[in-house]
C-alpha cells in the first residue's frame, strides 16, 4: 500500500465548475499538507500548503485538511481551462524509511477544464 | 529571484554512457532536493542536501547515482553506466530555512536512455 493515495483521473469539468480533488495518506506523523500543479512536461508549481488540520484559501483555491481521517482536498472555484494540468498532492514528515525532510507525493489527478 | 534552473532540459543517451545533470537552486536557499518522476507518477525522492552535507539518501539511489554539492550553491548528480530504466524526468527542488515544506521545482532533465 502507498503511503499516499490519489485518484489519477482524469477528471473533466466545465468551465465555471467546482473542482475538488482529494489525497488521502497512511502515515500518521505527516504534519504539512502541500499541492502542486503540474503542466505537462514542466516542473511542478507549488500552489499552497497547510500545516496539521483545517482550512486555508488563496484567491479560488481553498485546501482542507482532516487528519482524523487521514485525507486532504483542494476545492478550486470558478474553474478555467488554464487550469489543465496534473494536480500533485505531497505531504512532509516521516515516511516509512525514515527522514523529516523530504516530500512523499501523490500520483497525481489530470484535470481538464473545458470551454 | 530567478527561480530553480536545471541543465540541460533534455539528454539523449545510450545505455551504458554516464551522465551529469546540474541544478541552480534559489540563492540563499540552504536546501536542495532531487527527485525522479516516471510518466503518470509522482515525484520520487532520491537525496537531500543541507547546504553542502548530503544528509539523506533514498534506497532508491544506487551506487550508480552519485550526488554533489560543492560550496553549499549548485548540485549535480551524475549517473553512471545508464541503463534504460533510468529514464526519467530528474527534477531539483530547493527551500530556505529548517522545514522541507516550502520547495520550490526547477522544470526537470527530461533523460531518454536508448
Known amino acids: 500500500q502507498k503511503e499516499v493515495e490519489q485518484d489519477p483521473g482524469p477528471l473533466s469539468v466545465p468551465e465555471g465548475a467546482i473542482v475538488s480533488l482529494n489525497c488521502t495518506y497512511s502515515n500518521s506523523a505527516f504534519q504539512y499538507f502541500m499541492w502542486y500543479r503540474q503542466y505537462s512536461r514542466k516542473g511542478p508549481e507549488l500552489l499552497m500548503y497547510?500545516?496539521?488540520?483545517g482550512n486555508k484559501e488563496d484567491g479560488r483555491f481553498t485546501a482542507q485538511v482532516d487528519k482524523s481521517s487521514k485525507y486532504i482536498s483542494l476545492f478550486i472555484r470558478d474553474s478555467q481551462p488554464s487550469d489543465s494540468a496534473t494536480y500533485l498532492c505531497a505531504m512532509e514528515g516521516w515516511g516509512l524509511t525514515g527522514g523529516g525532510n523530504k516530500l512523499t507525493f501523490g500520483t497525481g489527478t489530470q484535470l481538464k477544464v473545458e470551454l | 529571484d530567478t527561480g530553480v534552473s536545471q541543465n540541460p532540459r533534455h539528454k539523449i543517451t545510450k545505455r551504458g554512457q554516464n551522465v551529469t545533470f546540474r541544478c541552480d537552486p534559489i540563492?540563499?536557499?540552504?536546501?536542495l532536493y532531487w527527485y525522479r518522476q516516471t510518466l503518470g507518477q509522482g515525484p520520487e525522492f532520491l537525496t537531500y542536501f543541507q547546504n553542502e552535507a548530503q544528509l539523506e539518501k533514498s534506497r532508491l539511489l544506487s551506487d550508480r547515482f552519485s550526488a554533489e554539492r560543492p560550496k553549499g550553491s549548485f548540485s549535480t548528480l551524475e549517473i553512471q553506466r545508464t541503463e534504460q530504466g533510468d529514464s526519467a524526468m530528474y527534477l531539483c527542488?530547493?527551500?530556505?530555512?529548517?522545514?522541507?515544506?516550502?520547495?520550490?521545482f526547477g522544470p526537470g532533465t527530461r533523460l531518454t536512455v536508448t
Open positions: 497547510t500545516y496539521s488540520s
Open positions: 540563492s540563499e536557499h540552504n536546501r
Open positions: 527542488a530547493s527551500s530556505a530555512g529548517t522545514g522541507a515544506y516550502e520547495q520550490y
